[in-house]
């Protein structure tokens, strides 16, 4: 789905700042609402299945929740990147360099979303896994879009730039794996693999997503991408959970 949002960059120019951010806010919407609902609420009842009681498990979600954002964080600090959209556009001698930090900063952000698909199937609900994965699918779409006009501002070819948007999200495969293999070895990790996948995905959604969907005037579309994309995920989840 990364691939496939990036494909409108082969046929068109230019897409325009309006659309840019109402998608980007659509794809936070379906991040938000995969978070809550797919992620927070069944890890709550995996720990309350594991510990009893109602307090114990908003403890454990609380500190998965916690976790996750603090860890996307340090991630975001220590290692060096520079985001797509907030970055000088405009092709410059060190633009074949710097797709390396491209990359990078796509890692940092997509990861978390294989993490929650991963956790997603490795608890067991089929179910929840296929919301998980269709919802964030849906969301990759404007993102890899996102990536190929940027690049396409960095003066990198047409098929180039959809093809680097494709390959960042390989690293959801690779998140996915890890989410799956945790929760295998333990069913103790369930509840708070699933709330560390949230608040991975919650940290991004406020330090990143919607800061940069309000930058250039265009608050009300991308609240509107946001709402919509809330409730979209909501109904998956709902009808396929």
Not at 2 to 26: C, H, K, N, S, Y
Not at 28 to 56: C, H, K, N, R
Not at 93 to 101: D, F, G, N, T
Request: hydrophobic share 50%; glycine share 14%.
């Amino acid at each position: 789905m990364t691939g496939v949002g990036a494909l409108p960059v082969l046929f068109r120019r230019e897409i325009g700042r309006a659309a840019r951010d109402t998608l980007l806010g659509f794809a936070a919407g379906v991040m938000i609402s995969a978070s809550y609902f797919s992620l927070i609420l069944p890890g709550i009842d995996a720990a309350t299945e594991q510990y009893g009681a109602v307090l114990w498990a908003a403890l454990v979600a609380a500190g998965g929740i916690a976790l996750g954002a603090l860890a996307v964080a340090w991630i975001n600090e220590t290692v060096p990147h520079e985001h797509f959209i907030t970055g000088r556009e405009g092709t410059d001698s060190r633009a074949l360099a710097r797709i390396w930090l491209f990359i990078l900063a796509i890692t940092i952000h997509n990861f978390p979303e294989g993490l929650a698909v991963g956790v997603g199937f490795g608890g067991g609900n089929v179910a929840n896994g296929v919301t998980l994965a269709t919802g964030i699918g849906l969301q990759n779409a404007p993102e890899g879009l996102a990536v190929a006009v940027a690049l396409r501002g960095q003066g990198f070819g047409r098929r180039r730039s959809v093809l680097v948007a494709l390959a960042t999200g390989l690293v959801e495969p690779v998140g996915g794996l890890i989410g799956v293999m945790a929760v295998t070895v333990s069913e103790v990790l369930l509840p708070w693999g699933l709330t560390f996948a949230a608040g991975a995905m919650l940290y991004i959604i406020s330090h990143e997503i919607i800061p940069e969907t309000h930058r250039h005037g265009h608050q009300k579309r991308a609240t509107t991408g946001l709402i919509t994309g809330l409730i979209l995920m909501m109904i998956l989840d709902v009808t396929l959970g």
